[in-house]
């Protein structure tokens, strides 16, 4: 399954998107544009739909409230809106559309409540629509959709699952290395240190051998003094750890444990993890990170041959020209974040006429998007800071 297509009001910075989803799609923006916002709005989905705990109340109240994700900007139409259309494969006409509406409950204790929620089949014919007879007699039902009800979803669990297999990934090498330190939760669905070592612990013994073994050989490019990878637990804690076989100027090749990892290596293996993880929704957040140029260019032509094989839609926010750098990109897996007064504009950068042409003429979408996303007065930032005092 993929999604097609997504549509967003009040969504906070955003008052409203509307674009179509390709398999591989970049996000590219100034800083503060509203990538991880847009990412955010598929891991609410996810946390709605997740069976181990989620839900409406629950995804809202983790950022903070209502007034937290509705759009500053919003005036007149004070819901939130969420829609989704979902697809074999984001060329096929959509199996599923499903879409809520959220606002608050206009008095006590203004709870989110849900203003609508509604799921079309493949004709467009609506199998869910709510507020239903049974909602309008108790209101109270409102607080919760249908999508993290598995007694009320039978016509469309499919949605539910896929949406509740969502991962994001945004991984944080001191997170990962000093785990143990930082008395956090452990987020497997948002691995941004050890919860991805215990994800890779949970995966079968031969998924994982497969998979360590073709990040191996990325790893052996990138970082040539590394050989092997392994999984191993920990003797006595029984804690997850990847090692790997370090060369160096001693005569035999050492261990090391994922805490003698560079950041770089950590990130890539994160990475390569990822994009063969599942055939679940992957939200990647900056996989340029700590990585050398050389490596960063290899990334999306890498992300391209995995998904021939294995068909994981990739959402990935960036701001590297590098990651966007290889001429089979083409200008519709680039979504332009563009800020204004009254919230972000998000445009598909081929229905940009000045980045169409340029692509036309054979510019990657490195060299020409990423330039249109530089802030106007960026120039001026130095002299601004100097001058600051
Ligand atoms: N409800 C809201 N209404 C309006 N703006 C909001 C709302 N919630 C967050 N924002 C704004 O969104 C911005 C942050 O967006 P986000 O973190 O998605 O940016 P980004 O493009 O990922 O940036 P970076 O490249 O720095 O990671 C902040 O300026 C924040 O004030
Ligand atoms: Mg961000």
Redesign the pocket.
Known sequence: MKISHVTLKNW??FTRVDVELQERQFIV?P???????LLDAFRFLRDIANPRGGGLQKAIEDRGGLS??????ARRDPKVEIAISIADSVHDSAKWRYGIGITQETRGHRQPVLSYEKVWDSAGEPIIDRPDNADREDKERLKQTFLEQTNSNQRFRDIAHYLAKTTYLHLVPQLLRYADSFQGRLLKDDPFGQGFLVKVAETSTKSRKSRLSRIEKVIQTAVPKLSQIDFERDGITGRPHLKALCSHWRPHAGWQREDQFSDGTLRLIGFLWSIMESDSLLLLEEPELSLHTGVVRLLSPLIYRVQSQRKRQILI?T?SPELLSDGGIDGSEVLV?LPGNEGTEVKVAKDIAAIRSSLEAGFSAGEVVIPQTRPKDINQLGLAFMNGG
């Open positions: 906070r910075n923006g800083n503060a544009s509203g990538k991880s916002n937290k994700i509705r759009c500053l900007s926010s701001h974040l």
